[in-house]
Structures are given as structure tokens and as C-alpha cells.
């Protein structure tokens, strides 16, 4: 059976119509895979007032008609019908009350009508000819069909899609990403027309490109090597949704983050920046929270009373969703981190309530820092990479240090492990003793 598509309109605001597709039976949607009945050409139509006369004048003769069906039917029919007299009286009402309130057509609206109504036509016609001419093609050549429509589609728009659903601080990064992914296509980009040419471009772009919030400031590599994973990782979903012919992703190498030095402080000098006064004092009772549990700034900045809990012969705990991951923790905390909290409140109330994150704040941070006699370059986020690194250097194993620092994958809590390697390399080398030839007479081989 051959599927009829007709050309329908829905008022909407501002009196016009908006356009679209009827098909009966229903057909397939391709992007979603569901049956439709509808499709929607994004056109609109002025409503003519004269036209709208027509209707009217057409739907009386129908209505006379049916109360004609009605007088004539049997008793047991005529519920129905009466119920179908109704319904055609309330549409002719309200379509008498749009014609008293409309204007006749400007000759402007009247030739942007006639053109919508032709091209409208023009794709009704068409889209009825690919539903039932279907015999014509091979099972390949609609394949080929098939691949050339979604070709059609919009890169930049996927991506934003796909940006979209995300959350928290990986909602911001497919951001950022998606602002440089528009000034590289222009906003818009087919799937068709992306190779590995044109992706090696925008790797490029990436790695020469000013930031956007400056025109001195070049955009870092690891940010750059960020934000082309998130393009990646778009045309990863695209392959595996069948929007694209082949697996690109795999065609293009990812760009190589640069090691970033992480800044930690030792237990002397932690030790040290206790007895240090501070012009923030809540500042520094954060921070130094931040150094005995672990937790962010972000996590530790909305942390209420409620969350945390005392347990006799455990102690206390913390139990939390993480700001960054959304995930839910419980954290073990140490009487000592307790005590930085100062006195408990209202379940509801902030436990660091005041504490900002800002240029003005991180300044008594600084002179913090410098006041106790250290010299690295310290940010609040630093007393988080000191906790891993003490963990580790006092034997903590790799993995309980990563579910306390809340990771999902411990690849990321090898970076600290790392760092610890280097310090017991240096550690080693730090006892020398005199009259002994320094260079080794030979190096071992691993069997």
C-alpha cells in the first residue's frame, strides 16, 4: 500500500500557520527509528483572510450536512453524530473569531505566502516520491539513499547536542569547546564534509589560537589537547550512531597534553603554615582541611552539617555528592580534620560559611604562604596534591588514596605516585659517603 503524504498547516502565534508533512500510514523516523506521522518543514504562512472566509463558509455546508445525517439517523447514532455537531461548531467559532480579529494581507505577505505554498508543494511531492517508489532502488542504492541524507547534517549541531547532556565542570569544557569548534567550521559543518584534513585543521587551530577571553594569551596545549578529546569523542558517538561512513575518530591521533607540574607542600611546611597567622582565618582553616581530607575547593565550599556524621567507635565521616563528578562519597575524617570545622550549626547551615573563591581572597592566601617562609607557588588546590602525596609517601597504597580522592579511574591518582618515585629517588641519593668512587663499576641486568 502506497503511503499518502499530505500538506497540512497548525496555527500558531502572531496568526500564522506553521507547515508540515501528514503521512498515513506512519513511517519510520531515520534519526530516531520511530514511526512519525508528522513532519514538520520549519515554514509559516501568513493566515489570508479571505481564505480563512472560504473555510469558514466550507465547514457551515459540512455542518449543515451532518445535522441533515443526524435528523435522518437512527436513535442509536445519534450520540455519535451529535457529539461530531458539536465538535464542528466550536472549530467554526473559533475560526470566526480569528477572522474578525485579522487584516487583510499586505502584498508583501502575499508574495511570501505564494512562495512558501510552492515550495512546500515542491517537498510534499517529493518526499511522497522517495515513500513509494522504493521498487526502483536496489537494497544498495537505498543504502546509498540513506547515508546521503544523514551526510546532510550538522556536525556543530551533534556536538552541541551532545554537549548538552553533560554535567557540572565537564558540561563547561564541551562549552569551551563547542565556542572553538563555531569560530573554526563558522557554526556549521556537514558530516560529509569532515575528513582527516579538515580535523588536523582545527588541531592546528587549537594549538595557534589566542584564547578567547584574551588576545595576548595563547591557548595552552593541554587546554588544546581538552577540547579536541571532546571532538573526538563526538565523532566516536557519531560512528557508532551510523552519521558517519567510517570510524574518523580512529583515523586521528589525540593531541599530547604537556606534564604539568603539581606544587605540593611538605609536612614541615604544613606543620609550619599552622603557626602562621593568616588575615583570612577561615581561609586558612579551609585550606588546611583541604590538606587532612583531600577535598576541593568546590566540595568544601558547599559542605553543610548534615553531612557529617559520627559513628562511636569509627569516627567521623562525611557524606557527600562531589560537585565535579556528581557522584556520591563517604569520606573517613580524622578528629583533626574535624577540628578545623569550628562549632556545629543548623544541618542546613554552610560549614565554611563566607568562604570565596576570589583574586581578592587568594591574595591573603599568597601572603599566607609567603609569611610562613615558603616560596613555591601555592593555590588553594595545592593542599589537595599535598594530602596525595603525604598518603602515598607514608605508605598508603595507591588504591585507597584514589576512592578517598574521589577518582573514578586510577590512572589519575598515578600521577602522585609519580611524584612520590621522585622524591624517594632523591631521597636515595641524598647519602654519599666519602672515598668511594661515585661512578658504578657496571649496571644490572633484569632477567
Known amino acids: 500500500m502506497g503511503i499518502k503524504v499530505k500538506l497540512r498547516q497548525k496555527p500558531i502565534s502572531n496568526d500564522r500557520m506553521s507547515l508540515y508533512l501528514d503521512f498515513y500510514p506512519a513511517i519510520i523516523e531515520q534519526e530516531s527509528g520511530k514511526l512519525t506521522r508528522r513532519e514538520f518543514l520549519g515554514f509559516y504562512v501568513f493566515i489570508d483572510k479571505t481564505e480563512l472566509k472560504k473555510e469558514i463558509d466550507d465547514l457551515k455546508k459540512e455542518l449543515n450536512r451532518t445535522k441533515t445525517d443526524c435528523f435522518n439517523c437512527k436513535d442509536d447514532d445519534k450520540n455519535k453524530v451529535q457529539v461530531k455537531i458539536e465538535k464542528q461548531e466550536k472549530v467554526i467559532d473559533t475560526m470566526i473569531k480569528t477572522y474578525k480579529r485579522l487584516t487583510p494581507l499586505n502584498p508583501f505577505q502575499k508574495q511570501q505566502n505564494n512562495e512558501t505554498w510552492r515550495i512546500a508543494k515542491s517537498l510534499r511531492q517529493k518526499k511522497e516520491n522517495e515513500l513509494n517508489k522504493?521498487?526502483?532502488?536496489?537494497?544498495?542504492?537505498?543504502?546509498?539513499?540513506?547515508?546521503?541524507?544523514?551526510?546532510?547534517?550538522?556536525?556543530?549541531?551533534?556536538?552541541?547536542?551532545?554537549?548538552?547532556?553533560?554535567?557540572?565542570?565537564?558540561?563547561?569544557?564541551?562549552m569551551s569547546a563547542l565556542n572553538y569548534l563555531k569560530d573554526y567550521t563558522g557554526g556549521r559543518i556537514k558530516f560529509r564534509e569532515l575528513n582527516v584534513e579538515y580535523l588536523e585543521g582545527f588541531q592546528t587551530h587549537l594549538l595557534t589560537i589566542k584564547k578567547r577571553k584574551s588576545d595576548k594569551l595563547k591557548l595552552s596545549t593541554n587546554s588544546a589537547s581538552s577540547y579536541f578529546n571532546k571532538v573526538k569523542a563526538a565523532l566516536k558517538q557519531a560512528y557508532k550512531e551510523n552519521l558517519l561512513q567510517y570510524d574518523l575518530n580512529s583515523k586521528i591521533p589525540s593531541i599530547k597534553p604537556e606534564e604539568t607540574r603539581r606544587e605540593r607542600l611538605s609536612l614541615k611546611?604544613?606543620?609550619?603554615?599552622?603557626?602562621?597567622?593568616?588575615?583570612?582565618?577561615?581561609?586558612?582553616?579551609?585550606?588546611?582541611?583541604?590538606?587532612?581530607?583531600?577535598?576541593?575547593?568546590?566540595?568544601?565550599?558547599?559542605?553543610?552539617?548534615?553531612?557529617?556524621?559520627?559513628?562511636?567507635?569509627?569516627?567521623?565521616?562525611?557524606?557527600?555528592?562531589?560537585?565535579?563528578?556528581?557522584?556520591?562519597?563517604?569520606?573517613?575524617?580524622?578528629?583533626?580534620a574535624y577540628s578545623m570545622l569550628g562549632d556545629p550549626s543548623d544541618p542546613d547551615d554552610l560549614v565554611f560559611d563566607g568562604l570565596i573563591y576570589s583574586a581578592y581572597e587568594n591574595k591573603h592566601l599568597y601572603q599566607w604562604i609567603g609569611a610562613a617562609g615558603i616560596t613555591k607557588n601555592i593555590t588553594f588546590h595545592c593542599f589537595r596534591h599535598t594530602f596525595a602525596t603525604l598518603q602515598l609517601t607514608m605508605g598508603t597504597d595507591i588504591y585507597t588514596v584514589s576512592k578517598m580522592l574521589g577518582h573514578k579511574d586510577l590512572k589519575t591518582t598515578q600521577v602522585y605516585a609519580k611524584i612520590v618515585d621522585e622524591m624517594k629517588r632523591k631521597a636515595a641519593n641524598k647519602i654519599v659517603l666519602k672515598n668511594l668512587s661515585e661512578e658504578p663499576r657496571g649496571k644490572p641486568t633484569r632477567h
Open 269 to 336: 611546611e604544613l606543620n609550619e603554615l599552622v603557626k602562621t597567622p593568616c588575615n583570612n582565618e577561615l581561609l586558612k582553616r579551609a585550606a588546611l582541611f583541604s590538606a587532612l581530607t583531600g577535598l576541593r575547593f568546590s566540595d568544601i565550599q558547599k559542605m553543610t552539617w548534615k553531612e557529617l556524621e559520627y559513628i562511636k567507635d569509627e569516627g567521623y565521616f562525611l557524606n557527600f555528592s562531589q560537585k565535579k563528578t556528581e557522584s556520591i562519597e563517604v569520606l573517613p575524617i580524622s578528629d583533626q
Open 134 to 174: 522504493p521498487e526502483i532502488y536496489s537494497e544498495h542504492e537505498k543504502e546509498l539513499l540513506r547515508k546521503k541524507e544523514l551526510g546532510e547534517k550538522c556536525f556543530v549541531e551533534y556536538f552541541e547536542k551532545l554537549a548538552n547532556k553533560r554535567k557540572a565542570s565537564n558540561y563547561d569544557n564541551w
